[in-house]
Structure formats: C-alpha cells, structure tokens
C-alpha cells in the first residue's frame, strides 16, 4: 500500500529563520568565509528590515555572496560548521508546523521536506524533526574535497514538482490525503499537487494566490496561531 505524503518547506515554514542565512553568517564569523562577504549582501538586509525592500531580494543577494565564496572551502570545515548550526538552533522551529510534523509523523505519513538551502544542513536539521527524504542543494565537491561552485542537477531542485514526482516514484508514495505547507510563491508548484495546501506565514504573493484558491491559510505571530 502507497504511503500518504506530506511536504514541507522548511526554511520560515519550520524553521523561524533561514538555514542558508545562519549557515552562511556562522562561516564569516568562524573565518571559512571573509569577513567582506557580509558587506555584498548587507544592504539588501538593511533595506528589509527597515521595510523599504523585500525578503526576497535580501535573500537572492545572500545567496550570490555565499556561491561566489564556497568554491574551495573544504568540505569538512563547511559540514562542522553546518552541524554546529543545527545543535545551537534545531529547536527555532514555529509550533505550528513543529507540532503538526509530530502529529503526521504518528499518522504514518512519510515526511517530504523541499528546500533551497544547502543539504547538508538540512539533512541534521530535518533528521531532528523525524523526516524521511530532503531535498536540498547539493554542491559539487573537486580534488581534495573543494567545493567547486557547481550545484549539483540545479534544474531539479529549482523545480520542486519534479522533485515531488520523483520521490512519489523512489517511495513509493499518493497524492491521495496528501498535505503541503509552504510560505512563498516557490511553494505553489507542490502545493497545487496536494490534496490539502497550508500557506502558513505566507508572503504577499502566496496570500493572493492562496485567497483565490480557498487555499488554508495559518498566521503563527507570538503566541497566537490563527487562520485567515
């Protein structure tokens, strides 16, 4: 019998932060990183929490300085770093999403995550959380186990239908039942496939998409966990 599915974004889905920013900021602090990658990104950062620019932009500008920088860092001082990351935040998680993730995984749903951070921080992350498969970006590594700068089957992990198609074959799995949570546009691709889509914490495109499509829609803000 095929296994009920439930996919999960995990960065601001789960995860109260970005994996790929806390990974990045612990390389620059630690000295695997120059201390001048923050600058190529920073204003960007500044820009949104000031409100006058967006997550995203910030994000893509974090993500151009962290690829530009890994090519020849060893893998082993970026795998340290990463697992370091996941002991001291693992437990950032919203309730929402940490407790229905326990609530599934008691329904023997099998634990899809989707994610553009990097696989290797994610695979201690979700490991954590008692997920089944993650997908993440994979870094092509080079004589002495040097980071390239090369990601690994990009097209795949930039279309996250493929993936879930691809895993739903590996697997095993259904659609039938099957459950989607995400917070952005980028989610949309899976959570159309899904029986029962949750937008949680969603941005402004995700919130248009999902209010035109009576798509759930839940908002985590301190302590309080409502729907919209």
């Known amino acids: ?5 439930a ?7 789960i995860f109260r932060s970005s994996l790929v920013v806390e990974l990045t900021e612990a390389l620059i602090d630690k000295g695997v990183f120059p201390k001048s990658t923050e600058a190529e990104y920073k204003k960007q950062y500044k820009k949104w929490v000031e409100r006058e620019g967006d997550y995203e932009a910030y994000i893509n500008s974090l993500v151009v300085a962290f690829m530009k920088n890994i090519k020849g860092i060893h893998y082993g001082d970026f795998s340290d770093l990463a697992n370091e990351v996941v002991d001291e935040q693992n ?8 407790d229905l993730v326990k609530s599934l995984k008691k329904k023997n749903y099998f634990l899809l995550a989707i994610s ?10 979700c490991r ?20 390239t700068g090369v990601v690994i ?5 930039e279309n996250k ?44 495109k995700l919130y248009k998409h999902a209010k035109r499509m009576d798509w759930k829609v839940v908002v985590e803000r301190k302590d309080v966990i409502y729907e919209l």
Not at 7 to 13: K, L, N, Q, R, S
Not at 128 to 147: A, C
């Open 128 to 147: 954590s959380l008692g997920f089944d498969k993650v997908y993440g970006r994979v870094y092509e590594l080079g004589p002495q186990d040097r980071f």
């Open 7 to 13: 996919i999960f974004d995990v960065d601001g889905t």
């Open 91 to 98: 437990k950032r998680v919203y309730r929402y999403t940490r």
């Open 116 to 125: 553009q951070s990097p696989k290797t921080i994610l695979d201690g992350f």
């Open 161 to 204: 239908t493929n993936i879930v198609y691809r895993a739903m074959e590996k697997e095993g799995l259904t659609l039938k039942n099957s459950i989607g949570v995400g917070d952005t546009e980028g989610d949309i691709s899976f959570l159309e496939m899904v029986d029962n889509p949750i937008c949680f914490n969603p941005n402004s």
């Open 153 to 157: 089957d990009e097209h795949l992990i």
């Open 1 to 5: 019998m095929k296994k009920k599915v």
